[in-house]
């Protein structure tokens, strides 16, 4: 791990987000109210500062789903299984101006089956019904996610929650950093 804190040391002026390859080294401000979920693992490694990874548990009993917060701290680690939905917040109070970053994470996850299908999934604040899904073959997950993003975000109707009415958030309301 010393080539990390090495890196940043040399690079935290630079940092936001650098893929490479299925690794990700992120210390840029992650607000997105959409639930990503992927067929294969992901790993999360916070290196500095601190983040909360949201994921959606189903529940085998009732067959509905869970809301709930996983908060990574500094020095912590977390795998994700598969087909999670999950929402990764990394804060903008840590991010801190431009120039100095204040959280550094990692996530690696591993090579897509060439058949294998990535989701975007926005709920409902207000009843938990899915408002909205966009499904890809993830070949650029920076580029793809900001298209679905947008799309979402830019059209109120597709915002609307089909269950309740309500206008989906595209910003996470009432979120505590851990």
Same mark, same amino acid.
């Given at each position: 791990? =010393?080539?990390?804190?090495?890196?940043?040391?040399?690079?935290?002026?630079?940092?936001?987000? &650098?893929?490479?390859?299925?690794?990700?080294?992120?210390?840029?401000?992650? =607000? +997105?109210? !959409?639930?990503?979920?992927?067929?294969?693992?992901?790993?999360?490694?916070?290196?500095?500062?601190?983040?909360?990874?949201?994921?959606? !548990?189903?529940?085998?009993?009732?067959?509905?789903?869970?809301?709930?917060?996983?908060?990574?701290?500094?020095?912590?680690?977390?795998?994700?299984?598969?087909?999670?939905?999950?929402?990764?917040? +990394?804060?903008? !109070?840590?991010?801190?101006?431009?120039?100095?970053?204040?959280?550094?994470?990692?996530?690696?996850?591993?090579? +897509?089956?060439?058949?294998?299908?990535?989701?975007?999934?926005?709920?409902?604040?207000?009843?938990?019904?899915?408002?909205?899904?966009?499904?890809?073959?993830?070949? !650029?997950?920076?580029?793809?996610?900001?298209?679905?993003?947008?799309?979402?975000?830019?059209?109120?109707? +597709?915002?609307? &929650?089909?269950? &309740?009415?309500?206008? =989906?958030?595209?910003?996470?309301?009432?979120?505590?950093?851990?």
């Amino acid at each position: 791990m =010393a080539s990390i804190a090495i890196h940043h040391r040399q690079h935290r002026d630079e940092i936001s987000l &650098c893929h490479l390859t299925n690794r990700q080294i992120v210390g840029a401000l992650n =607000a +997105r109210t !959409d639930y990503h979920i992927n067929t294969t693992r992901e790993w999360f490694y916070q290196y500095k500062g601190s983040m909360l990874l949201g994921v959606v !548990d189903p529940s085998p009993l009732s067959g509905s789903s869970a809301f709930r917060d996983i908060p990574i701290r500094e020095g912590e680690m977390f795998l994700l299984p598969p087909n999670v939905p999950h929402n990764p917040i +990394r804060f903008a !109070d840590t991010v801190g101006i431009v120039g100095i970053v204040g959280i550094v994470g990692i996530v690696l996850e591993q090579p +897509r089956p060439a058949d294998s299908v990535d989701k975007l999934r926005w709920y409902c604040q207000d009843c938990a019904g899915i408002v909205s899904e966009d499904a890809f073959h993830c070949t !650029d997950l920076g580029t793809q996610i900001k298209v679905a993003v947008q799309a979402f975000t830019g059209n109120q109707e +597709r915002r609307k &929650c089909g269950e &309740c009415g309500s206008l =989906a958030d595209v910003v996470p309301q009432g979120v505590v950093q851990p």
